[in-house]
């Protein structure tokens, strides 16, 4: 998800997707811990993503 993507969430739906993204990221660790993910860069991707969207996040806030 880009960052241009994600200035057109408001808060509620940046909470929401934060929770989606950290259940997702967590569901592939443990996919990946029983068996291997044929694209570990997956991984890696989600963990960025969940950081911009807590960037995001918290920059709302604290320009408030």
Do not use: F, W
């Not at 993507?5 to 259940?23: C, D, F, H, V, Y």
């Not at 991707?45 to 709302?60: D, G, V, Y």
């Amino acid at each position: 998800m880009k960052m241009a993507e994600i200035k057109g969430l408001s808060i509620p739906e940046l909470i929401e997707r934060i929770q989606t993204e950290e259940a997702s990221y967590k569901q592939m660790l443990l996919n990946h811990a029983v068996s291997p993910l044929e694209n570990t860069a997956q991984i890696r991707a989600a963990r960025r993503n969940i950081a911009r969207l807590k960037t995001a996040l918290r920059l709302r806030e604290l320009n408030k």
